[in-house]
């Protein structure tokens, strides 16, 4: 009987656990718990840049190694453009010669491939490869130093200034929270291949040479967790102890960064627990896709006559788990008098969500437009007075 009555009560515990769902804390009290140990935080959806929780992210502080997400996003820029590509051979400089912290020891006059170079800034954090990157594609490191600071101005950082590729310690060399975290955004939203990279744990360089060298992951958390595959962690004495760590999980990515942690254990933990709570209490939910057709039109000026006006970014929101969706409207502004013969904004696609304005959107032509011939344009208004008469007919 006794045995029963346990059983009984075991089965009534679980029901009752089931029955009311996972237990949460009050809307603030978590997130006040999620960094005590970091000076500056911040929690973003990238495709959006939604913060979600932030502490202190508009400190200037000085960021280390975080340095480093810019420098890849400039070598991605340069890889864009065909300036360089990842069998493209680079040589080390002088510059190398005694460089400090975390490097792969190039010698001065030493040949390697973008590919590997980019690994070696990507999983093993070398500051010798960085400043290799920052000479071949700015001629200088000062050079590349300003490329760095326009381009962070260019995609919104507004509290950054860079002096070196790598973060080693500078004076006028800092940065924020905020600032770090749309850098990453910008990196992983158009370069996702980088994560190919800092997902890795661990790789080598210099293969089958007597000069083979280990790389292994200054991010901890993409062996030890699932999904966590970026982006960059930094260290110096001034710097502290720093993380942008990014998570993909359940079709949502998140990225969390923590400046100025007292030890590796605490950055990893409280960047950790960022994007834990991010991926139990949210959702992101997906409005509009790039290349969604908005406007059709037919114009036998140009070729082809049909084309689609589309466009250039998905549309995304964060929203609360449990919360509805609040009331969403669009609005669409074309310039017809000014359609271009590529690919080109044409446009912009304003959402809306609950009366305020979520994303302005580019909308560009999908087909590649030529003006059409003469000849081209009578066959097409000939075909259309073949069609009007057979109707009639």
């Given at each position: 009987?006794?045995?029963?009555?346990?059983?009984?009560?075991?089965?009534?515990?679980?029901?009752?656990?089931?029955?009311?769902?996972?237990?949460?804390a009050e809307e603030g009290e978590q997130e006040q718990e999620l960094t005590r140990d970091a000076r500056s935080a911040i929690l973003i959806e990238p495709t959006t840049l939604e913060v979600i929780y932030?502490?202190?992210?508009?400190?200037?502080?000085?960021?280390?190694?975080?340095?480093?997400?810019?420098?890849?996003?400039?070598?991605?820029?340069?890889?864009?453009?065909?300036?360089?590509?990842?069998?493209?051979?680079?040589?080390?400089?002088?510059?190398?010669?005694?460089?400090?912290?975390?490097?792969?020891?190039?010698?001065?006059?030493?040949?390697?491939?973008?590919?590997?170079?980019?690994?070696?800034?990507?999983?093993?954090?070398?500051?010798?490869?960085?400043?290799?990157?920052?000479?071949?594609?700015?001629?200088?490191?000062?050079?590349?130093?300003?490329?760095?600071?326009?381009?962070?101005?260019?995609?919104?950082?507004?509290?950054?200034?860079?002096?070196?590729?790598?973060?080693?310690?500078?004076?006028?060399?800092?940065?924020?929270?905020?600032?770090?975290?749309?850098?990453?955004?910008?990196?992983?939203?158009?370069?996702?291949?980088?994560?190919?990279?800092?997902?890795?744990?661990?790789?080598?360089?210099?293969?089958?040479?007597?000069?083979?060298?280990?790389?292994?992951?200054?991010?901890?958390?993409?062996?030890?967790?699932?999904?966590?595959?970026?982006?960059?962690?930094?260290?110096?004495?001034?710097?502290?102890?720093?993380?942008?760590?990014?998570?993909?999980?359940?079709?949502?990515?998140?990225?969390?960064?923590?400046?100025?942690?007292?030890?590796?254990?605490?950055?990893?933990?409280?960047?950790?627990?960022?994007?834990?709570?991010?991926?139990?209490?949210?959702?992101?939910?997906?409005?509009?896709?790039?290349?969604?057709?908005?406007?059709?039109?037919?114009?036998?000026?140009?070729?082809?006559?049909?084309?689609?006006?589309?466009?250039?970014?998905?549309?995304?929101?964060?929203?609360?788990?449990?919360?509805?969706?609040?009331?969403?409207?669009?609005?669409?502004?074309?310039?017809?008098?000014?359609?271009?013969?590529?690919?080109?904004?044409?446009?912009?696609?304003?959402?809306?969500?609950?009366?305020?304005?979520?994303?302005?959107?580019?909308?560009?032509?999908?087909?590649?437009?030529?003006?059409?011939?003469?000849?081209?344009?009578?066959?097409?208004?000939?075909?259309?007075?073949?069609?009007?008469?057979?109707?009639?007919?």
């Amino acid at each position: 009987m006794r045995k029963l009555i346990r059983i009984l009560l075991g089965v009534l515990v679980i029901v009752f656990v089931f029955s009311i769902g996972p237990v949460r804390a009050e809307e603030g009290e978590q997130e006040q718990e999620l960094t005590r140990d970091a000076r500056s935080a911040i929690l973003i959806e990238p495709t959006t840049l939604e913060v979600i929780y932030e502490k202190n992210a508009d400190e200037k502080l000085a960021p280390a190694s975080l340095t480093k997400i810019m420098t890849m996003i400039l070598v991605y820029d340069a890889l864009a453009k065909g300036l360089i590509s990842k069998d493209t051979v680079l040589t080390a400089s002088e510059s190398v010669r005694g460089l400090e912290g975390t490097k792969i020891y190039l010698e001065v006059g030493e040949k390697m491939k973008v590919e590997d170079l980019l690994k070696s800034v990507a999983i093993g954090s070398a500051n010798d490869a960085a400043i290799v990157f920052a000479e071949a594609l700015g001629g200088s490191v000062p050079n590349f130093a300003k490329m760095m600071n326009k381009k962070a101005q260019q995609i919104g950082c507004k509290n950054t200034s860079f002096k070196n590729p790598n973060g080693l310690p500078e004076e006028g060399h800092y940065t924020t929270a905020r600032d770090v975290a749309i850098m990453a955004a910008y990196l992983v939203n158009n370069y996702p291949d980088v994560l190919n990279y800092t997902k890795i744990y661990e790789d080598y360089v210099r293969e089958n040479t007597e000069k083979r060298f280990w790389l292994v992951n200054t991010n901890k958390l993409v062996k030890f967790i699932e999904g966590v595959d970026g982006l960059k962690t930094g260290w110096t004495p001034e710097a502290g102890h720093c993380l942008c760590a990014t998570m993909k999980k359940n079709g949502m990515r998140f990225i969390a960064v923590v400046m100025n942690c007292s030890n590796n254990e605490k950055r990893n933990s409280e960047a950790l627990q960022l994007l834990n709570y991010a991926t139990a209490n949210y959702n992101v939910v997906p409005l509009f896709k790039k290349n969604e057709v908005i406007k059709t039109y037919e114009d036998v000026s140009f070729y082809p006559k049909y084309y689609h006006i589309v466009l250039t970014e998905d549309v995304n929101i964060v929203n609360k788990k449990g919360e509805p969706l609040k009331e969403i409207t669009t609005e669409v502004e074309i310039d017809y008098d000014n359609l271009s013969y590529d690919n080109k904004k044409v446009g912009t696609f304003k959402v809306y969500y609950d009366g305020k304005l979520l994303k302005e959107v580019n909308l560009a032509v999908k087909e590649e437009l030529k003006r059409a011939s003469y000849f081209n344009i009578l066959c097409e208004v000939l075909k259309e007075i073949f069609l009007v008469s057979s109707i009639q007919v």
